[in-house]
Structures are given as C-alpha cells and as structure tokens.
C-alpha cells in the first residue's frame, strides 16, 4: 500500500515538473529568437507567434495595481493556493487518476507562470490564435495547461454528477 502511494506521489510529481518544464523551455525559446511585439504567421493571421511581457495576470488583468498589491495578488497567493492544491492531491488518494492529471496541470501552469512573474517580473506570453469568430489573447504554455486542466476537472465533476443521478 505505501508503495503504491509513493509511486502515485512520484507521477504526480513528475507531471506537475512535465508541465513547468514544458512552459519554461517554450518560454525560453521565445525569448531567444523572437523579438519583444515581432510578429510571425504560422498559419496566415490564424496562428501566430509572438513575444509579449504580461506584466498583469489573465489577458493584464492587475497590471496597474500598487506593487505591494501586485506581489500579493499576483505572486504570494499564487503561492499559497498552489502549494495547498499540490498538498491536498498528494495527500488525498481517492482521486480520480483523470482528475490527478487535471490538477497536475492547473498546478504546473501556475507554477510556470508564476516562476516568470517572480524571476522577470512579468510572464512571457506568445501564442495567438484566430478561427472565425473564435479569437484568443496572447497566451502561452502554462496557459494551455492550466485551462485544460480547469476544462478537465469541470468535465469529471459534471461526469460525475450524472453518475449519481
């Protein structure tokens, strides 16, 4: 029994570095080769890369608060959620392995972002998609992770909330 906890606490683990690493490298990358508002299509004006400093939180929101604010806000609750989440999986053994995964995500993208936000003072964003009516902000790794994580957890809640009736 305490080796299976190990070894689930161990994947989990691992995914939550596999989410961050994934993130950093990108980031990396970008910051690199593409320089700071260059723009370049991939796919016409539907994929497009770039390199923006988000000095804010989601789509800059916060990006003009006081700065004693702004590190509260943005960097040490983070933190503190982050560190509660990852604790509270780690800990509880009856979740789902499809919610580990979600959580693991939502933990290792806002463990990336935040890294950015406390090393650079602002989180390096630069993928921009347009389909249609479909348009995003700018956004990066860490964004994905942790939106299909929230994606994936409301998805198994309302799973599972079918089940029960």
Not at 58 to 82: D, E, H, R, T, W
Not at 121 to 134: A, K, M, P, Q
Request: hydrophobic content about 55%; charged content about 20%.
């Amino acid at each position: 029994m305490r080796e299976n906890t190990v070894l689930r606490n161990i994947i989990i683990i691992a995914l939550v570095l596999l989410n961050i690493g994934c993130d950093q490298i990108s980031k990396e990358v970008i910051r690199k080769k593409v320089e700071p508002s260059e723009y370049i299509q991939v796919v016409g004006d539907n994929f497009i890369v770039t390199n923006v400093e988000n000095t804010g939180a989601m789509l800059g929101f916060g990006k003009n608060l006081p700065p004693i604010i702004k590190i509260i806000v943005l960097q040490a609750l983070p933190v503190l959620v982050l560190l509660i989440l990852l604790t509270r999986i780690l800990r509880k053994k009856d979740l789902d392995k499809f919610m580990v995964l979600a959580f693991a995500c939502v933990i290792g993208g806002g463990i990336g972002n935040l890294i950015d936000r406390i090393m650079y003072g602002s989180v390096t964003d630069f993928l921009f998609v347009e389909i249609g009516f479909f348009k995003t902000g700018i956004f990066n790794m860490a964004d994905v992770s942790v939106t299909m994580g929230v994606i994936l957890i409301l998805l198994l809640t309302i799973y599972s909330k079918k089940q029960m009736i």
